[in-house]
């Protein structure tokens, strides 16, 4: 997607191995006569100021599920509360936000304490004395103390300052002149071919040119036009990738809407093995429904696949049922997760999408940043990578599941600082195959088509 760089309110960066920045005391409270799952509950981010309601987040940091049913909410004045509604569980790991503002307003100089159904067995404290810039995020979830982050009430907290790029510093074009024009967005390399998304509604098969880039494939000198099934409609075609069964298996493409309409947060699989230069979907998933509004160009940017091998090897906890992640649960599928980035709200969505067409969402991630450009699963790394374009002048991040069985922030990164602030919406990982000296290739795809290159080329670490 084409757009104008737009400036947003970020929180200013603490580096790692600095002492975070806290504001006022944090209080624990003292151990207390109640239910062992008490002491795991805990506030966790605090929002005080700016467009979001005045809320208070509680995060459980422990193994086993907590009912707060009950549980009260107050500031530093003992006459006004909040009281959680009847029916209110925290899993595992898991995060909620309630919107206090209508029962008490969170000042600048305040306090947010949590207390047990009787309102007078304290559980956990927090003060600050300025308000939050957006957040006030504990770091780590549930045990560090406060500190200047990002808001993500509902999730994860966003505890990670960017370093320097874990590779070369050197960018270099991989496409010849003039080749793609603007709009090239999602990439996906398989082995020797790396797919390409248009927004314009085409897909692209390149192969090796010689040099060290792409070039357009056989039959693929001008990309494939897209189509939703039936045969009608030109999808904005964001993000493009295949299942551990490779591209004869088809290739998935997600969508944001129907040419320049309105919002179609859609994954679209294509049978890629014909001759003629129009696609047609087999399969639509249509996720709109349930995912937030937002507005039609600020839908699905990216997508990924990772087998279920390596969710349920790392013990990842499915969103919808509380538990570990069953695969067997979904019936026929592609023996893996989607996972998709919505620009709009900056969030990642897991989704098992079956083969009769059912889809279930089994996570949301908070990326931290502004925005959602690429997904791409490093396998042997078993981390994903999560990339902005130059709204966030160029921040990659990456996430590894944790001990509570969600994706969380591992590290930030800048953009090598050899390649200017381009609007990159495309990003993909070679393997470890291509490791030579203890690096290996990374692709970029500039949607803007800056100096008439849509690709470009640099490295990672091994």
Not at 63 to 89: E, M, Q, R, Y
Not at 131 to 159: I, Q
Not at 265 to 284: Q, R
């Amino acid at each position: 997607m084409t757009h104008a760089r737009v400036s947003r309110l970020r929180p200013r960066a603490i580096a790692v191995g600095l002492s975070p920045v806290v504001l006022g005391a944090l209080v624990l409270g003292a151990p207390q006569a109640h239910a062992a799952p008490a002491d795991d509950v805990r506030i966790n981010e605090v929002v005080t100021t700016g467009g979001v309601n005045d809320s208070i987040e509680l995060y459980n940091k422990g193994t086993t599920t907590a009912d707060i049913s009950g549980w009260v909410l107050k500031d530093d004045n003992n006459s006004s509360s909040f009281t959680i509604p009847a029916g209110t569980a925290l899993a595992p790991g898991a995060a909620r936000a309630f919107d206090v503002h209508d029962k008490f307003g969170l000042g600048s100089d305040d306090d947010a304490r949590l207390y047990l159904a009787n309102g007078t067995t304290l559980v956990d404290s927090v003060s600050w004395t300025s308000h939050s810039d957006p957040s006030w995020s504990r770091c780590a979830d549930g045990t560090g103390a406060l500190r200047e982050a990002a808001l993500t009430l509902g999730a994860l907290n966003d505890c990670v300052a960017a370093t320097a790029w874990p590779g070369s510093g050197s960018v270099s074009n991989a496409d010849a002149s003039g080749v793609f024009g603007s709009d090239l967005s999602g990439l996906y390399l398989e082995g020797g071919v790396l797919w390409g998304a248009q927004n314009s509604g085409k897909l692209w098969r390149l192969v090796p040119n010689g040099t060290g880039g792409w070039k357009p494939d056989t039959g693929w000198l001008s990309g494939k036009a897209l189509r939703f099934p039936g045969g009608t409609g030109a999808p904005d075609s964001e993000g493009v990738t295949v299942t551990g069964s490779g591209s004869s298996a088809g290739v998935f493409v997600a969508s944001e809407r129907n040419g320049s309409g309105s919002s179609r947060l859609s994954v679209l699989k294509y049978d890629v093995s014909g001759s003629g230069g129009t696609l047609t979907a087999t399969k639509e998933w249509n996720l709109t429904s349930g995912l937030p509004s937002v507005g039609g160009n600020l839908g699905f940017e990216a997508i990924t696949w990772v087998p279920d091998s390596a969710l349920t090897a790392a013990g990842f906890r499915d969103e919808s049922t509380g538990a570990a992640y069953n695969p067997s649960l979904y019936g026929a599928h592609t023996a893996g997760v989607f996972f998709l980035g919505v620009e709009g709200t900056a969030t990642v969505y897991g989704y098992v999408l079956q083969d009769s067409g059912t889809a279930t969402r089994i996570a949301s991630i908070a990326s931290g940043l502004d925005g959602v450009m690429e997904l791409q699963w490093e396998p042997q790394a078993s981390r994903l990578w999560v990339v902005c374009d130059d709204t966030c002048d160029g921040e990659h991040r990456t996430f590894r599941i944790n001990s509570s069985g969600v994706f969380a922030a591992t590290a930030a990164y800048n953009r090598p600082s050899g390649m200017a602030n381009l609007n990159n919406e495309g990003f993909a990982v070679a393997s470890a195959a291509e490791c030579v000296g203890g690096s290996k290739p990374v692709y970029w795809a500039d949607d803007s088509n800056t100096s008439s290159h849509a690709l470009r080329k640099g490295t990672i670490n091994c």
